[in-house]
Nanobody
């Protein structure tokens, strides 16, 4: 089992920044990658960014490239999502999830953290 706990969400004005954290525990070292997803009210969940835990390869949703940065801290067993230049359309519940391989399926999910960006 792998446990993921998100933190760092909150209310911020447009143009501001937040850093989300995803604390990993359990058998997370057997995981291939950790990703951030988000779900806005009335919308489907969408992929935001992903990092491979060993090599640190990253991928991003086009709309967040240049504004968001995903990183990992192996010593702290934590994956971060630094979000800069936030826009109201970034408002959503953000979830981190862990995948055991390169495929699109994520077996373990956190409980989510709310990000609200005001005008």
């Amino acid at each position: 089992q792998v446990q993921l706990v998100e933190s760092g969400g909150g209310l911020v004005q447009a143009g501001g920044s937040l850093r989300l954290s995803c604390a990993l525990s359990g058998r997370f070292r057997s995981m291939y990658g950790v990703a951030w997803f988000r779900q806005a009210p009335g919308k489907e969940r969408e992929f935001v960014s992903r990092i491979t835990l060993n090599a640190g390869f990253t991928t991003y949703l086009d709309s967040v490239k240049g504004r968001f940065t995903i990183s990992r801290d192996s010593a702290e067993n934590t994956v971060y999502l630094q979000m800069n230049k936030l826009k109201p359309e970034d408002t959503a519940i953000y979830y981190c999830a862990a995948s055991p391989d390169m495929g699109p399926n994520y077996d373990y999910w956190g409980q989510g953290t709310q990000v609200t960006v005001s005008l």
